[in-house]
């Protein structure tokens, strides 16, 4: 809603000034300077779009002449406070990207799926793309989920999808979880998300269940086909926990960034995982090695760099055994590592602030990877702690419960950005001559950064 404030101005200012030409000039009516000054206004905005678009072939960043029309698509965003976000919108489709600070890409991407395989007596039963989408690339997957059999629900900073498999007598239910906790300084800066798979099995007999997360490299942008960008397969283990996925690496010449989609492994729990393939084509490769065997056929070594006009993708499949009328949960994380920030002048580097805990190298997507797997439960301790005393007022309306907690989205998706302090900075350095005056909160900015949010 913030958002469109500044270009609602804008439109009424330009509104008003074609109305005042219509009006004929006498006593009391608008001054000609100021007709004239509204005028000169939409004429410099004018040149300043056709210039921005046409020449230098970039986005605007308010485009009142090629407005992103509303599409109510949009549900609970991806991440924490003032790392970026990716939303994934209500019918699980990953629709939103806000990577680059203020910057949005509004793109369903359709290779970002989850997917499930089901495994009876050595043979696969069901095999079906939990979305409803029925795209013209990746015919090869079995798309067109019946949306009858799926509900959404979101509660910020976690969302939760039920899929009702029809005709398996089997339920999943995902979880999504973002770390945005109160008094937390540290985990709420982390670009991260947790999807947690319930799998429920009503059947009387057991079931191999898969849930296999493909993601393309980039965010459904013109600069996905630029080139260069490739993929490789991580495993990371600490304090007696295994994590292992894929990273993307998305090598533009500013703010590249790298993704990571990974799943935690245990005990009764496998994770396989795909390089490399194209999300432009058929993708029956992709199916039919899910297919044989509810795993993928995790090759090693680095997928070879793209070359111009190319797109690759990756996936990571979680696999467990689910006894007859029993219950089991898989783990998958996306994370995205963008640690260094240029804005428009590119004359300051700026450093997020998750590089303190986790590095400003470009490195740090599998310790983020691993770090929100084996902690994302404590996360959700901590929402539960801070939500439920107003959740269980009864005495408080659900539309103020609603509102509360669902529109704090926009610390996280308003633009916003959470950037380090050097230790070495002075007042002048954060606020120009006029911050002298401000050197008393040094102390406070150092510690705790800056942070900064659209229309703020």
Not at 175 to 204: A, C, M, T
Not at 360 to 381: C, F, I, K, N
């Amino acid at each position: 809603r913030g958002r469109g404030v500044a270009a609602a101005g804008w439109r009424v200012c330009l509104a008003h000034s074609f109305e005042e030409l219509r009006q004929p000039y006498g006593a009391g009516d608008v001054p000609l300077r100021d007709v004239l000054r509204h005028i000169g206004l939409g004429l410099r905005y004018f040149r300043w779009w056709f210039k921005k678009t046409r020449i230098e072939k970039k986005s605007a960043f308010i485009d009142l002449l090629c407005a992103v029309p509303l599409q109510q698509i949009y549900g609970c965003p991806l991440g924490g406070i003032g790392g970026g976000t990716i939303t994934r919108g209500w019918r699980g489709e990953f629709c939103r990207w806000q990577l680059n600070p203020g910057l949005y890409h509004y793109e369903t991407v359709i290779a970002n799926q989850f997917t499930v395989c089901l495994r009876c007596k050595g043979q696969t039963i069901y095999q079906q793309v939990l979305s409803v989408e029925r795209p013209s690339t990746l015919q090869g997957w079995n798309w067109g989920y019946c949306g009858h059999y799926a509900f959404y629900h979101a509660l910020y900073p976690r969302a939760w999808m039920v899929y009702e498999l029809p005709g398996q007598n089997v339920v999943l239910t995902c979880r999504q979880v973002s770390p945005v906790i109160p008094h937390d300084y540290k985990d709420s800066s982390l670009p991260v998300g947790v999807f947690i798979w319930e799998v429920e099995n009503g059947r009387d007999e057991d079931l191999e269940v898969s849930i296999m997360f493909s993601l393309q490299n980039g965010t459904g942008a013109e600069e996905d086909r630029s080139g260069g960008h490739w993929n490789e397969p991580f495993t990371l283990q600490k304090d007696g926990e295994r994590v292992a996925g894929v990273l993307l690496h998305h090598c533009t010449g500013v703010n590249p960034f790298t993704l990571a989609i990974s799943a935690r492994e245990k005990a009764g729990t496998g994770v396989t995982h795909l390089t490399a393939f194209n999300p432009t084509g058929s993708g029956r490769e992709v199916w039919q090695d899910l297919l044989q065997d509810g795993r993928l056929d995790s090759p090693t070594g680095k997928s070879s760099p793209t070359e111009k006009g190319e797109v690759t993708a990756a996936a990571v499949c979680a696999s467990c055994r689910v006894p007859a009328h029993g219950h089991k949960t898989l783990e998958l994380a996306l994370a995205w590592d963008m640690p260094c920030v240029h804005f428009g002048s590119k004359e300051k580097l700026h450093l997020r602030r998750y590089t303190r805990f986790f590095g400003s190298g470009g490195d740090a997507a599998p310790a983020l990877s691993h770090y929100a797997l084996t902690h994302y439960e404590e996360w959700e301790r901590k929402i539960e702690a801070w939500q439920n005393p107003i959740l269980e007022n009864s005495q408080l309306p659900s539309w103020y419960k609603s509102a509360l907690f669902n529109e704090l989205y926009f610390m996280t998706d308003g633009g916003t950005i959470w950037m380090e302090v050097p230790p070495d900075s002075c007042a002048e350095d954060l606020q120009g001559p006029a911050g002298a005056g401000l050197s008393h909160l040094l102390p406070v900015l150092r510690e705790y950064g800056r942070f900064a949010y659209l229309e703020g």
